[in-house]
């Protein structure tokens, strides 16, 4: 089945230590997202790659970077997380950008920060 | 500004009876608008969308949204209630018009009784 996949499921790592996640998709979608969600809170976009062009929402914290290698994978690195970074990280794909286009969102990786 | 706003952020229903989870946008574009589903630690699931055809959307699991245009508003309804209902639900509103922008409500948690 075409699908999302994120690893690790659950990520623990230690305050200012970097950690990468991963996301792969096997829907050959020109668009992946990545978003944090926070306990109880809606998803919170933090960029997304329309096929190589990089796309940060303004209030992404430089903290946060993105690769995206080829058109199947997407990383999320972050460089020194905080306490405030535990989350749950969701990335998603999509074939086009445009409104009327569906996100396909893959089970998440919930980072805990110690 | 656009904006989505989930009226409730809890809706406790009994199991075989109607579920009704409010949403209402505010956009000053021609909107789409989708209703996703996360049950516990898993990702988003696409509901339905309505990307300006038939106002009335019928989606998986027998859910669906009317969009009201003269009220802003786009309500999921379902007849009758399961117990694997139970989850969080997203209402979100995506547009291109000066530059592509996904927007998600809050939030409504379904609970579902026995």
């Known amino acids: 089945d075409a699908m999302v996949i994120q690893n690790p499921r659950y990520q623990v790592t230690q305050f200012g230590k970097p950690v990468t996640l991963s996301c792969s998709q096997t829907?050959?979608?020109?668009?992946m997202y990545w978003y944090q969600q926070k306990s109880s809170q809606a998803p919170k976009l933090l960029f997304h790659?329309?096929?190589?062009?990089?796309?940060n929402e303004a209030d992404t914290p430089d903290n946060f970077q993105s690769r995206r290698p080829n058109t199947s994978f997407c990383f999320l690195d972050i460089r020194s997380p905080g306490l405030g970074d535990a989350a749950m990280y969701l990335c998603a794909t999509s074939s086009v950008r445009v409104g009327t286009d569906t996100q396909y969102f893959g089970p998440g990786t919930r980072l805990t920060v110690l | 500004a656009q904006s989505v706003t989930q009226l409730d952020s809890h809706v406790s229903v009994s199991e075989g009876t109607p579920v009704l989870l409010r949403c209402n946008y505010s956009s000053s574009y021609s909107p789409s608008l989708f209703w996703y589903v996360q049950h516990p630690n898993k990702g988003l699931q696409l509901l339905l969308k309505?990307?300006?055809?038939?106002?009335l959307v019928k989606g998986i699991n027998g859910f669906e949204a009317e969009f009201k245009k003269s009220e802003t508003s786009f309500h999921l309804t379902k007849p009758s209630a399961h117990m694997s209902d139970a989850a969080e639900y997203f209402c979100?509103?995506?547009?291109?018009?000066?530059?592509?922008?996904?927007?998600f409500g809050a939030g409504t948690r379904l609970f579902v009784k026995a």
């Open positions: 790659y329309y096929d190589k062009d990089f796309n």
């Open positions: 979100v509103v995506s547009y291109n018009t000066g530059g592509f922008k996904t927007i």
């Open positions: 829907l050959n979608h020109n668009v």
């Open positions: 309505y990307t300006s055809a038939a106002t």
